[in-house]
């Protein structure tokens, strides 16, 4: 299968942000019941990308809110192959990319993983445990394949190392807003604004800050210096309470609404 | 037992798979490492505490009625008797040393029974530094008394709630606090395992194992002053690995790592990535990390360092299970015939020995007493109080 439209998800992030528009890119745990609704009900949002998480029993990347959708998920039976089995059959035009663990890649086998993610019109992947260090084998499997690998750049790494992450990523640049795991924040960490100028500087490939935005507000803010913002735990932690595709769908539409008025 | 190549590869074990924000602080602490293990003052520095704090050189015991009842000439060495019980505190007194090195003021750490964490609050109390230890909330309730001594001794003791609520759990809570405070804090991992450079500086840090009882060795035993077999408990692997560096340069001294049954990783598992490394793990056919299951908090860790899947690897080590019940007969027959309560880590290496007896018939055995089994009595008493 092609990727979902026709395009990169580089290239429909780029082609959404050289007409003007700041991207919205909300996680989504799969394999929790009913989560196929959630994928549908982001697309109708007028979202830019989406990120599935396919669950890992030790995310140490992750907050309370994303371990307790991923522990939940597992409990429903999700596994690696069945989530990606059920969107290919999804009929949104979105791209999309999973985020998930090393392990479960490994374990999958890096070109069959590569492979099965394109076959289900997936474009990218994002492997927070892999580090630029680890990153030779499964890139060469996703290059091979076509997959994107975008890679995190974190406030801790020089110019020298955010150069070399950028050089690598490939549909966007996941710029890590703060010192810490994903979960929400009552304010914007001052990091987030430095980091996407960093990248800005360097980089013409998109720039999307995630870990610690946590409301329209605060992705509006960021924004002002990055292209764009991925968002998580307030999305889930509202799936998670209402039990509903539709909660969650409106509030990535205020995401995307803020995003739009700016 | 040399420095890992590459990214700290032990053949195809090891590696660096941690989350983007750590890996300049992993880079760091590898730098500063190598910088304070070849600077004199500092070993210097680590010495002394070693010596005058931790009360090193730990004996090499004899065990002559054990011995003559199991067949073999068999000598355990003691760091039951290192201050804080256990063998854990080579590493810690290493680490906090460096730790303060590198200008960081606060240790984190994460524990299983407990006495890993009670060595890094105890370093954290000597050396004036703050302390946050990490412990399963399971483990908390099974070792009650180390957590007191936790707390007794400066520390913050944070339940790990999520997961099997284990050491395992206690990792990636340590790991995640690591990530958002990683500019002042230092992560005092306790075994040889987690990302590129924790197996190998660990392994430095208890290397001091294996180099007494190669010295004492070589005074005790007559001919070529080396034992046939060296026998550990592994978990992580820092004890095992510790006192596996005396002897692996040794081609005719036998290596033997002693897994507990229920959290084999060597014995059940397939390499896999998990807590930064490459390494044998027990897991589902999927990838998920299985749960450990064993008698000792201690060892309840489903992966295992990755310099011991490599000495697997090439058959240099061979790794070994032994089960809860035979655990439970180990702990009280090294009791009664020579006099030590051991920890119920190290009663899986006394049990492999116990068992194994037929074959190890006439050889010279070394056995590594980790820790002893203050800590452990309260179990016990639930388990055999009423057989005594």
């Known amino acids: ?262 | 037992m040399g420095e890992p190549t590459g990214v700290g590869r032990f053949g195809s074990f090891g590696g660096l798979f941690v989350p983007e924000t750590l890996v300049p602080a992993l880079q760091e602490l590898d730098e500063a490492f190598r910088d304070a293990w070849a600077d004199q003052g500092f070993r210097d520095e680590l010495d002394g505490l070693l010596r005058d704090y931790a009360g090193r050189p730990s004996p090499l015991t004899e065990c002559e009625r054990l011995g003559a009842e199991l067949g073999i000439r068999l000598f355990l060495k003691r760091e039951d008797l290192n201050h804080t019980g256990s063998h854990k505190i080579n590493n810690v007194l290493g680490q906090a040393l460096l730790a303060k090195r590198m200008g960081k003021k606060r240790l984190l750490a994460e524990t299983g029974a407990g006495q890993h964490g009670v060595a890094t609050a105890t370093a954290a109390a000597l050396l004036d530094m703050e302390c946050l230890v990490y412990m399963g909330e399971v483990d908390m309730a099974r070792q009650e008394l180390n957590v007191f001594r936790m707390r007794l001794l400066g520390a913050e003791v944070t339940p790990a709630l999520s997961g099997s609520r284990t050491l395992k759990d206690a990792v990636n809570e340590a790991m995640r606090d690591w990530v958002a405070t990683v500019e002042h804090s230092h992560y005092c991992l306790g075994s040889v395992m987690g990302p590129h450079p924790y197996p190998y500086m660990v392994r430095e840090f208890h290397r001091v194992i294996g180099n007494e009882t190669a010295e004492q060795c070589a005074q005790r035993i007559d001919g070529d002053g080396l034992p046939d077999v060296v026998v550990a408990c592994v978990g992580g692997g820092s004890n095992a690995a510790g006192i596996f560096s005396g002897f692996a340069e040794h081609p005719s001294v036998e290596l033997v790592g002693v897994e507990p049954a229920g959290g084999a990783a060597i014995g059940n598992g397939v390499p896999g990535i998990v807590h930064g490394m490459l390494s044998f793990l027990k897991q589902d056919e999927f990838g998920q990390v299985q749960e450990a299951e064993s008698i000792s908090a201690g060892l309840d860790y489903p992966g295992v360092g990755p310099e011991h899947s490599h000495l697997h690897e090439i058959g240099r080590a061979r790794y070994v299970p032994v089960t809860d019940d035979e655990v439970i007969d180990a702990f009280a027959l090294l009791s009664r015939t020579e006099g030590i309560i051991p920890a119920l880590e190290s009663a899986h290496a006394i049990a492999w020995v116990s068992r194994e007896r037929a074959q190890l018939a006439g050889k010279t055995v070394v056995v590594n007493l980790s820790g002893r089994g203050d800590k452990d009595v309260a179990q016990m008493m639930e388990i055999m109080g009423d057989k005594l």
């Open chain 1, 1 to 262: 299968m092609t990727p979902r439209n026709g395009l990169t998800l580089q290239t429909a992030l780029s082609t959404h942000i050289a007409a003007g528009g700041k991207c919205f890119v909300p996680y989504l745990t799969g394999g929790l019941p009913g989560w196929e609704a959630t994928i549908s009900a982001a697309a109708a949002a007028g979202v830019q990308g989406i990120e599935i998480g396919i669950p890992f029993s030790d995310p140490v990347m992750d907050g309370p809110v994303i371990q307790h959708s991923s522990q939940k998920a597992l409990d429903a039976g999700a596994t690696p192959a069945a989530i990606i089995d059920s969107v290919a059959s999804i009929d949104v035009e979105v791209p999309l990319a999973v985020m998930t663990y090393a392990n479960l890649v490994y374990r999958f086998g890096y070109e069959r993983f590569a492979s099965e993610l394109r076959a289900a019109g997936i474009s990218g992947a994002i492997l927070p445990d892999i580090p630029l260090e680890e990153a030779g084998p499964w890139c060469e499997a996703a290059d091979g394949s076509g997959v994107e690998t975008v890679m995190l750049a974190a406030p801790t790494a020089d110019d020298d190392r955010l150069e070399r992450v950028v050089e690598r990523a490939r549909g966007f640049v996941y710029a890590v807003g703060l010192l810490g795991i994903t979960g929400e924040r009552e304010s914007l960490a001052a990091t987030s604004k430095v980091i996407a100028a960093r990248l800005k500087s360097m980089t013409d490939k998109p720039v999307l800050v995630g870990v610690g935005v946590s409301t329209p507000q605060q992705a509006v803010e960021v924004s002002e210096v990055a292209d764009g913002v991925v968002v998580g735990s307030a999305i889930v932690r509202r799936i998670l309470e209402t039990g509903s595709a539709e909660a969650g769908g409106e509030l990535m539409a205020e995401f995307v609404e803020a995003l739009a008025l700016g």
